[in-house]
């Protein structure tokens, strides 16, 4: 079992509709959560880190962790084809290992 | 300002050959790492530095990869006598801190 679990995907969306991404992590150690965004043949960029239990708003970006349920998720609002990418669930216990999901795919239908 | 690059970006090695990849932080950063990437996956940690000091070489799958920062800037993934399976993307990131990563373009190993 890996350690950072999500959906393969591919995800389609109409445009202009949420997105909702889902990853699971089996540590319970994890004390820190990212969303990483990658494009097809480029390197991963970071989009959303969170930390604490809740959710955090960033433009049409929202993070959700729930410690308890080990879950987190991402939400991407007024979903435009330009989000159209992998997205990496990635999870760190406090020290320096970060651990990433395969990703999930998605795509946002014009 | 200037990203993290390395360089080369695309390496073509016959199996056997050893290869080093390099990697230029972004001016100031102290926490560097090293994953392999394969088609389909998420990135796998390989390595960690903080400064000069590898902290965690954990995740280097054999005795045949080796990574140095000597003077805690620029740093080396050296693989020797490579193999098929060594085949992937080398990503290097680096950050302030450990909890915010700025990747590289990553460099494209192919072993044949």
């Known amino acids: 079992q890996k350690e950072v679990e999500q959906n393969s995907g591919p995800l389609s969306v109409p445009e202009g509709a949420i997105a909702s991404l889902n990853c699971t992590y089996s540590?319970?150690?994890?004390?820190?959560f990212f969303w990483y965004r990658q494009y097809s043949g480029k390197s991963p960029e970071l989009i959303m880190s969170i930390y604490s239990n809740g959710d955090k708003e960033d433009g049409r970006f929202t993070a959700q962790l729930n410690k308890a349920s080990q879950y987190v998720s991402l939400l991407i609002r007024d979903s435009q084809p330009s989000d159209s990418a992998t997205y990496l669930c990635?999870?760190?216990?406090?020290?320096?290992?970060?651990?990433f999901g395969t990703g999930t795919k998605l795509q946002v239908i014009p | 300002g200037a990203g993290v690059s390395q360089s080369p970006r695309y390496k073509v090695a016959k199996r056997g050959q050893d290869v080093a990849l390099r990697c230029d932080p972004i001016?100031?950063?102290?926490?560097l790492f090293w994953y392999q990437q394969a088609l389909g996956q998420g990135p796998e940690f390989l390595t960690y530095?903080?400064?000069?000091?590898?902290?965690?070489k954990s995740g280097l799958p054999s005795d045949r990869f080796f990574a140095e920062r000597p003077e805690g800037s620029v740093s080396t993934l050296k693989i020797q006598r490579t193999q098929q399976e060594d085949s992937a993307v080398y990503l290097c990131?680096?950050?302030?801190?450990?909890?915010?990563?700025?990747f590289g373009p990553g460099t494209r190993l192919t072993v044949t």
């Open positions: 990131a680096t950050g302030q801190t450990t909890y915010e990563q700025y």
């Open positions: 530095f903080q400064n000069e000091a590898q902290l965690d």
């Open positions: 001016s100031g950063h102290v926490s």
């Open positions: 540590d319970r150690g994890s004390q820190s």
């Open positions: 990635a999870a760190s216990g406090g020290y320096q290992k970060v651990t």
